[in-house]
């Protein structure tokens, strides 16, 4: 720890920060340390950082580890389709320790989320194939609360599968309406002459290959992915502009103030499995086409003359490169 603390002073200064800390992961490479050394370096070198040039720095004390506590939460699992209260109350003990864990550099609580984000994966995993395998019953009427924020954590796996039964059927709903649609209006060939339990079995089949698609793209997920969550819930707490760059991200910025490629001018942030709209830039394309706004989630991208990809499950990288394109190109965004 001592030594730690030792590397910090030496080589704290100007060359460190940036106004967007794009920096940060010099550690990385500028000599060789052990990744749990590195790590604790790094959230030192940072907070350290906000303190001595943040405009408006706060206490890091017990409040403000709840506050980040809440958000990483809220980030890891906003839609709450994973995690069970029981999960919950193992994460508890370390609402207020959030603090100590940065100041001694540890990343116990960090380490647990992921283990049980990681075991839930694999867990919902299998019951959305299993649910997904046998037709739903439209029979009976049915209600679900799509907004994690109006929902209470699911006590326990009953509870969560039976939620994820519900919510595939909707998704499954969603779909067979819009081909029955497009079936009365003669829109698509492929549609003639199915019977309702033909049109239902390919809607289950899409929203197999979407949740397919989501999950494979979680799985590749890598810590220093979820490390860049659950740091950014911390920097976050000071204000939503004060952000922490893992490399992918910060070769993201450099390619946006370089100019070689164009976005569509509104800042973005990961919020749970979707990315969403923090800031619209005065001036920029999407300020000067007048629809997109602050707090928009957004669900699809299509770049001119392509099929809209479905964005939700997918890291902020990915959703920007999907967005980015040379100056001149239109994009599409379904939002909500």
Do not use: C
């Not at 867990?123 to 395998?133: C, M, P, S």
């Not at 909707?170 to 698509?188: A, C, I, N, P, S």
Request: hydrophobic share 35%; net charge negative; glycine share 6%.
């Amino acid at each position: 720890m001592e030594s730690i603390k030792k590397f910090i002073m030496k080589y704290r200064g100007p060359l460190l920060f940036s106004l967007v800390m794009a920096g940060l992961m010099w550690v990385g490479w500028y000599q060789p340390l052990k990744n749990a050394e590195k790590e604790a370096v790094l959230i030192h070198t940072m907070l350290e950082g906000i303190e001595r040039f943040h405009f408006s720095p706060k206490p890091i004390d017990d409040d403000f580890s709840a506050m980040a506590w809440d958000l990483y939460l809220k980030r890891l699992d906003g839609a709450k389709r994973w995690l069970t209260e029981q999960d919950i109350q193992k994460l508890e003990p370390w609402k207020y320790q959030i603090d100590d864990q940065a100041e001694a550099g540890r990343y116990e609580f960090f380490d647990l989320s992921v283990e049980l984000f990681t075991a839930a994966l694999d867990k919902t995993q299998q019951w959305y194939r299993e649910i997904l395998a046998q037709p739903f019953d439209f029979s009976k009427e049915e209600t679900v609360e799509l907004d994690g924020e109006k929902r209470p954590w699911a006590p326990d796996d009953d509870s969560l599968r039976e939620y994820w039964r519900q919510w595939l059927k909707y998704e499954t709903l969603t779909r067979l309406h819009d081909k029955q649609e497009q079936q009365k209006k003669g829109e698509d060939e492929e549609l003639a002459g199915k019977t309702f339990e033909e049109l239902e079995a390919m809607a289950r089949d899409e929203v197999r290959d979407m949740m397919d698609n989501w999950y494979t793209r979680l799985k590749k997920r890598k810590r220093p992915d979820h490390l860049s969550v659950y740091l950014n819930s911390i920097t976050n707490v000071f204000d939503p502009h004060t952000s922490y760059y893992k490399p992918i991200d910060k070769q993201n910025f450099d390619i946006s103030m370089s100019g070689k490629l164009e976005g569509i001018g509104a800042r973005l942030q990961a919020d749970g499995e979707y990315t969403k709209v923090v800031e619209v830039v005065v001036g920029g394309p999407a300020w000067k086409q007048g629809e997109l706004e602050e707090n928009d989630r957004i669900l699809k991208v299509a770049q001119e003359g392509e099929e809209p990809v479905e964005v939700t499950g997918m890291t902020l990288d990915e959703v920007v490169q999907l967005i980015r394109g040379p100056k001149g190109t239109k994009v599409t965004l379904t939002v909500k």
